[in-house]
């Protein structure tokens, strides 16, 4: 039986794996790849010219830290965790079984797609899915957003501070008639376009044109990027019945990172702890460590 078993293999999820390791817990990291979300970077002509601290230089040493150790990771993907005496037991889908004392859960969050045409043909190529991540880099530039909940809100609000001109693509009313809403239709260099939704994305080398409709009206807006904010989904299904989730499903983790589940840590955009940043997600995992640590020094 492992110490400790870390699902997910994100910067939370790395920063965990070399923390226990440097702690000399016997670990193991069970992960699809080495990095999650880093290994997809927004791709723009005019990027390269910015400097812009992010984390991912951190998230990629770490990754080289534990690629070459190979007792330490096992590349599948955990299906199940059920609970045993004394820990846990995690199901992946090579058919394989681990057990171990604790848990962190970093598997991370997905953006929910648009599911239209162009979509995954310019993702990543100036359509992006997080602006939290990318704002800095948008100074006196042309942005759109698309969404209408307190996600979509944030991060035009974000951008608005910082951009040229941002395009707020609102299918529904949402959560508009809110303070954040209000806030984000008085500014000025705002545009809201309620009630439209995205039929197409079109472009070159990358994406330029979003293609939209209304009750048959036909609009094209363009920027230099689109920001698609429809929600995360956080990927906590696998310890659905272990742990306590908020109404999004995302895990409830305390300031120590620990769940309701005694043994079972969580970090990053898992969990109801605002991240959506490599650098706060490297925190995360860092704290998740340190305190299954201890855990693990008096269970």
Known sequence: ??????????PAGLTATVYALRKRLNVL???????????????????EHHLVISGEETVSRFANEVGY?????VFTKADRVERLPGGYRVHTQDGKAHEARALIVATGAL????????????MMRGLCYSAVSYAPLFVDRDTAVIGDTALALRSTAELARIARRVTLIAPTPGELDTP??????AAGNVEVLQGFQV????????ARTLALSRNGERREVHAD??????????QSDLVAQLVDRDER?????DSRNRTSAPGIFAAGDVTDVFAEQVLIAIGEGAKAALAAYEYLLTA
Request: net charge positive.
């Open 225 to 234: 990027a689109f920001f698609v904010e429809l929600e995360l989904v956080a």
């Open 69 to 73: 150790l190979e007792f330490a990771r």
């Open 29 to 47: 990291l069970i992960t699809r790849d080495l990095g999650g979300k880093t290994n997809y970077r927004l791709q723009l002509p005019f990027v």
């Open 199 to 206: 039929e197409r994305v079109l472009g070159d080398q990358y």
């Open 249 to 253: 499903g995302r895990i409830r983790v």
């Open 111 to 122: 953006g929910r797609l648009l599911n239209v045409p162009g979509e995954r043909d310019f």
């Open 180 to 185: 954040l809403g209000r806030r984000v239709l």
């Open 1 to 10: 039986m492992y110490d400790l078993i870390v699902l997910g293999g994100g």
